[in-house]
DNA sequence: TTGAAAGCGCTAACAA
DNA sequence: TTGTTAGCGCTTTCAA
């Protein structure tokens, strides 16, 4: 015996209404006499109606539900970001749907091309050139932006990675640090406002970064790259990395290589991902507020898919976080 | 100007053929000669046709998405199970609608009720007991369970949990250690099998472990609980713990307590995430495999859509990972 | 206050 | 090889 679903039809039919008068009635678009509504109530109870879904979005064009594409759910800077996203639409009815790219740009185009079409809009976290991501505005949804785009018209959420930088690096140099590196991942969009901000701070005192590339935005990249950081002929007295994922990384090879942080270095990341507190030392960190910056972006999001006016850029602020891998130099 | 995205029916007109075939052509279901499918091709090229999924989906009630509903994406454990079920998916062409239920069980139904129409099959992380998900069940779409269900009915993956913490126990008690202690979250479906798997490997030597109780699978839980552990009467000398979290929070609050690990206690934890080796000690754990248990997951929910018979349940075996939270005991 | 009827964009028999 | 024709389950004028 196949068990059926019930449709409006047979709800209709049981309670002698017209589907119509159902699906008004359902939506709550309009009024019926108590005794029409009595009625349709307590078929729908009987029948355990429940809309689909799927005909009612082919209809209305709306899916209730919000594509979110990331670059690497492992990263916990990420999952922090879905994490407020989530909360932000499960609070307004929404789903997400979740793409991770896992640092791959080639099939991030498709999978949010054949995504839009079942989503209301989406959230962007690329590390495609702006100019190569044409495709997204033509895709004609709602769409919200990581990052300050300079040449895609789209509303963003971004952090101050620069100021956080600048903010951080200016604290180690109030703190008597002379020699202030930064290692960075160049292929992220963001690296390069951060390794701004470190240069700008440092530029203040005549002074400039060694800058040292990580391969990846790992914490593997991080332990990789301590050698020829540590090991150099003019090792720095201070390390600004990239994310906590690097900087965790080179604690630990630091450690391995004899070197005590934060008496011979200190070590500072950005993201405060949760785990930065686990670590010995203590990470000190630039805090992006991950979880805000996905909230933010969801909102931003739901506002504009409701038809209202969203700014362009919404600047979530960085916050220093002062842990054990910091110190003062004499 | 509304620009309106083109139908089936604009190719169809435009190619100077009818929609079925459109259709058909567009779906590979069928060929037709080459003269007509290059006008068709052209066509859909020019006009830059996508089929609609909604429409599609209504008729054939295939979404291609899969909900996953998990407890808490902010916890590496889960967030790994995702990675790995979410590569599967996408190699299959399936999207992820991700539900994090955020440890409130509360809404869960409600929103995998909601769900449960929009996709093809969902996988289930859940807290709730067993005997209050017959909902699950009755929404009649394919569903894969974390766990070994015995009151539902549902095909299952499951790490061995039980092995495992009796494989770290068995370990400790080899290398020395007699006052073995448990910190669990009794909440949890799984923390019944590991005490289970503690008590099995002490008593083949007469023993019997400290049963300490976390207040939530957190950090958070790990440090708070470690004063009664360490300052009381009779301090083991090892600690399993319920997860990698709350050993990660022990760790800390240990430290600050004066102790030191592993000479005062050995510690373990279980999911081997990525960040318990950069603990100070790297934290030993007992590997679950999280990764795979998602992506086995999702194989085996993707086969019994396919209409396959699938087995009833998937172990997926632990795997012990020694670091430097454990030593040996005099 | 209620209902009839025309679709939304697509697929799937079935015909031709 | 191609087309005709019913719908899928629902919303939405528009009329009663």
């Not at 640090?177 to 390069?192: E, I, K, Q, T």
Request: charge should be neutral; glycine fraction near 8%.
């Amino acid at each position: 015996m196949k068990k059926r679903v019930a449709t409006i039809r047979d709800v209709a039919a049981a309670a002698g209404v017209s589907t119509a008068t159902v699906s008004k009635f359902v939506n709550s678009t309009q009024r019926f006499s108590s005794a029409v509504e009595a009625r349709i109530s307590s078929v729908i109870e009987e029948l355990g109606y429940r809309s689909n879904p799927m005909a009612q979005s082919m209809i209305t064009g709306r899916t209730k539900a919000i594509g979110l594409s990331v670059l690497d759910i492992t990263n916990p800077h990420f999952t922090s970001v879905v994490k407020g996203a989530n909360r932000v639409a499960q609070a307004h009815g929404y789903t997400v749907l979740l793409v991770d790219t896992e640092e791959t740009p080639g099939r991030e185009r498709q999978l949010l091309e054949a995504l839009s079409r079942r989503v209301d809009g989406m959230i962007v976290y690329s590390r495609t050139p702006e100019e190569e991501m044409d495709w997204l505005p033509a895709l004609n949804r709602p769409a919200v932006y990581f990052g300050r785009p300079e040449y895609l018209k789209l509303p963003a959420v971004s952090s101050d990675d620069q100021l956080g930088a600048f903010m951080v690096t200016r604290h180690l140099a109030t703190q008597g640090h002379r020699r202030v590196a930064y290692l960075g991942f160049p292929n992220s969009r963001r690296d390069g406002e951060r390794l701004a901000g470190v240069r700008e701070a440092l530029a203040a005192l005549g002074l400039a970064p060694a800058v040292f590339a990580g391969e990846a935005p790992t914490a593997l990249a991080g332990e990789k790259a301590c050698s020829a950081i540590l090991l150099g002929r003019q090792p720095p007295d201070a390390l600004v990395c990239f994310n906590d994922l690097m900087a965790l990384g080179f604690l630990k090879a630091a450690r391995e290589l004899g070197f005590r942080v934060p008496d011979d270095i200190s070590v500072v990341g950005f993201d405060n991902i949760q785990f930065g507190s686990f670590a010995t030392p203590a990470l000190t960190s630039v805090d992006l507020q991950s979880e805000r910056m996905g909230a933010a972006a969801m909102q931003k999001l739901l506002a504009s898919i409701d038809g209202q006016e969203v700014e362009a850029l919404t600047v979530i602020d960085a916050q220093l976080v002062l842990r054990d891998s910091t110190t003062t130099r004499a």
